[in-house]
């Protein structure tokens, strides 16, 4: 079983629409990562999450410790938010990633 | 802004042979990681480095990997004898602080492409 399940795997939108992307893991963390991996393969740090909330302009993350689950959330969706969007934990000096959810959003 | 750097862009090299991938790291960072993530595959952890010394290690980072800061700036890691199956996209990050601290938001590089033939 894995230990970052990512739902759901692929994702299509039509621009404007709020988008919620889903980790869920199983083992202790010390933080979550949500990252942006462009088509060239290039990775972006969006956010780092040890508890409750966090917002960067249309993105937000969240985190439920106790449940062992974050979100990630585009409101009014853009092409350009097109993109995989993986979630990775830490462990310890460690990290395990998710799948990654492909998201696509059209004009 | 400052940003990680990765040398060369792709690697082509034969079966058997030594490569050595190059990351410079942003300058005031203490912790320093590789990744590598095979093509449609998702990115896996290979090793995390502090102070000269190995912090971490996966499975995936056996005998023939190696790692090494042998100056102030740059962070190397070397595959002894390449295989097929190290064909990968290798990815370099680094952060102020491990996991213990608060400013352990990890910057990527933008990846070596390694193909073995």
């Known amino acids: 079983k894995n230990e970052v399940e990512q739902s759901p795997q692929n994702l299509t939108a039509q621009e404007g629409e709020f988008i919620t992307i889903n980790c869920s893991y199983s083992?202790?963390?010390?933080?979550l990562h949500w990252l942006q991996q462009h088509p060239g393969g290039g990775i972006v740090s969006l956010f780092m999450?040890?508890?409750g909330k966090k917002k960067h302009g249309r993105l937000i993350a969240t985190i439920n410790i106790q449940e062992k689950h974050s979100s990630l959330h585009i409101t009014a969706s853009h092409p350009r938010d097109s993109a995989v969007y993986i979630c990775?934990?830490?462990?310890?000096?460690?990290?395990?990633f998710g799948a990654g959810t492909r998201l696509t959003v059209k004009p | 802004e400052p940003e990680v750097t990765q040398t060369p862009s792709h690697q082509v090299t034969q079966m058997g042979q030594e490569v050595i991938l190059r990351c410079v790291p942003i300058?005031?960072?203490?912790?320093f990681y590789w990744y590598r993530q095979i093509l449609g595959q998702k990115v896996e952890f290979l090793v995390s480095?502090?102070?000269?010394?190995?912090?971490?290690k996966s499975e995936i980072f056996d005998d023939q990997f190696s790692v090494e800061r042998p100056d102030g700036s740059n962070f190397t890691l070397k595959i002894r004898s390449t295989k097929l199956e190290d064909s990968a996209m290798y990815f370099c990050?680094?952060?102020?602080?491990?996991?213990?601290?608060?400013?352990?938001?990890?910057?990527f590089g933008p990846g070596t492409r390694l193909t073995v033939l």
């Open positions: 999450l040890s508890s």
């Open positions: 990050a680094s952060s102020q602080m491990g996991s213990g601290g608060s400013y352990n938001e990890q910057f």
């Open positions: 990775a934990v830490r462990p310890n000096n460690d990290m395990r």
């Open positions: 480095f502090y102070n000269n010394e190995i912090s971490e």
């Open positions: 083992v202790g963390i010390s933080a």
């Open positions: 300058s005031n960072h203490l912790y």
